[in-house]
């Protein structure tokens, strides 16, 4: 829940570009927006997939409901919730509901959700190049290599090829 948290805000953007491109019937950004939030507001507690459609449905969009909800739900910040059968049991027929309620309204700020984005990549894959950061994240470089100015103490190096590495300062190191 943290990392969702914490992430969400510095990949949004780039999972929002991504999830539209080559989409022949989109909505325009400002009826998509409308609409997510009337969703994100239905979904303050947990609905399944035809509930969701149901909703879509009844907008009265140009659009296909599974359609439309299919593109909701990777535009806005859904989670996909545990059904009753258990705390962590995904049943058959998935529950979503607003990121926001399900974390008590906490997220991050873009500039420290990218900072904790560098950190983690680099707790499991450092040392890194930027790009190899902006590869795995989806963001662009652009957004890394301000984060990575910021925090304190990372160790820069090159790598055999001579391109630029960054690493936690006590992050492991691979054999020379």
């Known amino acids: 829940a943290d990392d969702y948290r914490r992430l969400l805000p510095a990949v949004m ?3 929002r570009t991504k999830w539209m491109q080559g989409a022949r019937d989109r909505p325009e950004t400002e009826a998509l927006d409308r609409i997510a939030r009337r969703a994100l507001d239905h979904a303050t507690e947990p609905r399944t997939n035809p509930e969701m459609r149901e909703l879509m449905a009844s907008l009265g969009e140009p659009m296909d409901p599974l359609e439309l ?5 990777r535009y806005a910040p859904f989670i996909h919730v545990p059904t009753d059968d258990g705390p962590w049991v995904f049943g058959r027929r998935p529950a ?6 399900w974390l008590d309204g906490r997220l991050a700020s873009d500039p420290d959700s990218t900072d ?7 707790a499991a894959f450092g040392p890194a190049t930027l790009a190899d950061i902006a590869a795995w994240s989806g963001a662009a470089v652009a957004l890394i290599r301000p984060a990575a100015e910021r925090i304190d103490g990372l160790r820069r190096s090159r790598d055999e090829d001579g391109r630029h590495l960054v690493d936690l300062p006590d992050g492991p190191l691979p054999a020379a």
């Open 116 to 122: 904790h984005l560098v950190r983690r990549y680099l």
């Open 96 to 101: 979503f509901v607003d990121a926001t309620v």
């Open 69 to 73: 909800w299919t593109r909701v739900r």
């Open 13 to 15: 953007d780039t999972l």
